[in-house]
Nanobody, 131 residues
Framework: VQLQASGGGLVQTGGSLRLSCAAS????????MGWFRQAPGNEREFVATIKTGGYTYYADSVKGRFTISRENAKNTVTLQMNMLKPEDTAVYYCAASEKLSRAIIGALSFRSRLASEYDYWGQGTLVTVSS
């Protein structure tokens, strides 16, 4: 699977951005898709995940502001980011996991937060939120 993220840019505090991730391959619907981000000097951190069937999970820092969605027919996953804050500034990466698709829901909420659970990564798109 190859992933191509886009949609990053510069936005003011309180603004919105919509990130997209296009995936190659015919088995896109089988993958759990996630978004992570990495700010300068920080480790990569979990943002949101979505499984085919509608299950979603968010980091506490973005809950209520960000929405992850997917369109299997178009092999895309999006991250709608509203009420952006300067601390949201980071490079955002989309990722795909085949093994998470077999995880039980109870374990998914924990395992989906771990970058090591994802098999494929996009190149990243920069989001900068000015104060």
């Amino acid at each position: 699977v190859q992933l191509q993220a886009s949609g990053g840019g510069l936005v003011q505090t309180g603004g919105s951005l919509r990130l997209s991730c296009a995936a190659s391959g015919r088995t896109f619907r089988n993958y759990v898709m996630g978004w992570f981000r990495q700010a300068p000097g920080n480790e990569r951190e979990f943002v949101a995940t979505i499984k085919t069937g509608g299950y979603t999970y968010y980091a506490d820092s973005v809950k209520g502001r960000f929405t992850i969605s997917r369109e299997n027919a178009k092999n895309t996953v999006t991250l709608q980011m509203n009420m952006l804050k300067p601390e949201d500034t980071a490079v955002y990466y989309c990722a795909a996991s085949e093994k998470l698709s077999r995880a039980i829901i109870g374990a998914l909420s924990f395992r989906s937060r771990l970058a090591s659970e994802y098999d494929y990564w996009g190149q990243g798109t920069l989001v900068t939120v000015s104060s």
